[in-house]
């Protein structure tokens, strides 16, 4: 069994990952501890079904979906429409600091569906879409407390 941190330690511990602490992203949650919890919903549900895609792509796509590197609740610095265009920040950032697989991309390109109605090309990104939406409501229960 592969450990989660084994998973992500390439990825989180790099200084523009760690800059996602600062972002918040739901509520008080930052968008670092919310795409943490999506990446560790993932790998359980990885655990559990034992599906036959590849768990590092699965698990590091998760980890980068929200990798757009900016605080959305800064108004006046061009956030228009940042629910619909997100996606494609992520997946240009991920790009440039990460080795972004197909599978990875399709992850971070359409896990705003079907607020973004562009079907996900994998199940491992249709599963991913629903963890979000599972830990974007952990994170606004728990919106009192800055983590
Ligand atoms: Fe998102
Ligand atoms: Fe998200």
Redesign the pocket.
């Known amino acids: 069994m592969i450990a989660f941190n084994e998973i992500c330690k390439e990825i989180i511990y790099t200084d523009n990952y760690q800059k996602m602490k600062n972002y918040r992203h739901h509520g008080n949650v930052s968008c670092y501890k919310?795409?943490i919890r999506?990446a560790y919903l993932c790998y359980k549900y990885y655990m559990k079904k034992k599906p036959n895609y590849d768990i590092y792509e699965f698990i590091k796509g998760a980890l980068l979906?929200?990798y757009y590197l900016y605080d959305w609740h800064n108004k006046g610095e061009g956030h228009r429409l940042h629910g619909f265009r997100h996606p494609k920040f992520a997946l240009k950032n991920a790009k440039r600091d990460y080795v972004v697989t197909e599978l990875m991309e399709d992850i971070i390109l359409h896990?705003m569906f079907p607020l973004v109605p562009t079907l996900p090309r994998s199940k491992a990104a249709f599963i991913v879409s629903i963890m979000?939406k599972k830990?974007?409501f952990y994170d606004y229960k728990r919106k009192k407390k800055r983590v």
Do not use: F, R
């Open positions: 919310h795409s999506v979906h929200d896990h979000d830990a974007g």
